[in-house]
T-cell receptor
């Protein structure tokens, strides 16, 4: 298994500002993903964080709004830029161990973001 | 694109009884994986059970088992001997085959209430 930590665990931000969320894993992982969970909703995949190259974004998410970095195999950041109240959500980091079809995805504890 | 549907926003069961949570999905792929995740109030996503589409045998994990009907694209979760600690949101999720490179597509979730 993998132990995943996220910082900050929660934050309250003002409209128009940006917040960077960190995801740290205690072991090297194959894949890292970022999800958004809006209040009372399910999880939606934002992007796949690729090590050493640009992230792969899902439909409806763009790099200018959600820039992502992944400098190595254990760490990634997600920035929520120019925030609005609609960005209030829980943001979760997820990792995959192994590169085979039997891999399992683990999730971090999430970062609860409130935008005023 | 794949879709996952959970038609039960909320389910309630007496402690020690059995409950079944429903999930259907839509895909044109033949190689894929299905998951049930549990999200307690702590919001930590916990993998409950996983099913590979190529396997005919239903997955089981202690008190948790699935009824996987590939032709019907149905993937229900049965929880036996329900315990108070089972109370949580339960999400059904889909992932394309081919290793861990793809993120998960989640259903909207079912809120499970355990009555003592």
């Amino acid at each position: 298994s993998a132990v995943i930590s996220q910082k900050p665990s929660r934050d309250i931000c003002q409209r128009g500002t940006s917040l960077t969320i960190q995801c740290q894993v205690d072991s090297q992982v194959t894949m890292m993903f970022w999800y958004r969970q809006q209040p009372g909703q399910s999880l939606t995949l934002i992007a796949t964080a690729n090590q050493g190259s640009e992230a792969t974004y899902e439909s409806g998410f763009v790099i200018d709004k959600f820039p992502i970095s992944r400098p190595n195999l254990t760490f990634s950041t997600l920035t929520v830029s120019n925030m609005s109240p609609e960005d209030s959500s829980i943001y979760l980091c997820s990792v995959t161990l192994g590169a085979t079809s039997t891999d399992t995805k683990y999730f971090g504890p999430g970062t609860r973001l409130t935008v005023l | 694109a794949q879709t996952v549907t959970q038609s039960q926003p909320e389910m309630s069961v007496q402690e020690a009884e059995t409950v079944t949570l429903s999930c259907t999905y839509d895909t044109s792929e033949s190689d894929y994986y299905l998951f049930w995740y549990k999200q307690p109030p702590s919001r930590q996503m916990i993998l409950v059970i996983r099913q590979e589409a190529y396997k005919q045998q239903n997955a089981t994990e202690n008190r948790f088992s699935v009824n996987f009907q590939k032709a019907a694209k149905s993937f229900s979760l049965k929880i036996s001997d329900s315990q108070l600690g089972d109370a949580a949101m339960y999400f059904c999720a889909y992932r394309s085959g081919g290793g861990g490179a793809d993120g998960l597509t989640f259903g909207k979730g079912t809120h499970l209430i355990i009555q003592p």
